[in-house]
């Protein structure tokens, strides 16, 4: 059974960083895109970051240069390093991940429960 679990959120002033962790177990899969989502209350869910197995990465215009994606432990923690945080930031941001090649944020098969981010003004 494939088990994402996010954490490393919290709440921090506007420029201040985060950095998310998201441990997977149960995913055997070599192919594979691994990628954070964030939603807002009262907003659509939104890719932010992915990356795959062959290291190719894709941001979401409005988090590019701030945020970075990496994994370690062959695939089985993702991270999201979150820089120059803002105020619109602030979401539930999700991992996820699918045995596939990424491919612009599309759907998933397998995610996460969430970890809260808040940015203050």
């Known amino acids: 059974q494939v088990q994402l679990v996010e954490s490393g959120g919290g709440s921090v002033e506007t420029g201040g960083s985060l950095r998310l962790s998201c441990v997977v177990s149960g995913y055997t899969y070599s192919k594979h895109c691994m990628g954070w989502f964030r939603q807002a209350p009262g907003k659509e869910r939104e890719g932010v970051a992915e990356?795959?197995?062959?290291?190719?990465?894709n941001y979401a215009d409005s988090v590019k240069g701030r945020f970075t994606i990496s994994k370690a432990n062959a695939g089985n923690t993702l991270y999201l390093q979150m820089n120059n945080l803002k105020p619109e930031d602030t979401a539930m941001y999700y991992c996820?991940?699918?045995?596939?090649?990424?491919?612009?944020?599309?759907?998933?098969?397998?995610w996460g429960q969430g970890t809260q981010v808040t940015v203050s003004s």
């Open positions: 996820a991940a699918d045995h596939k090649y990424c491919e612009g944020f599309a759907e998933f098969r397998y």
């Open positions: 990356i795959d197995s062959d290291g190719a990465m």
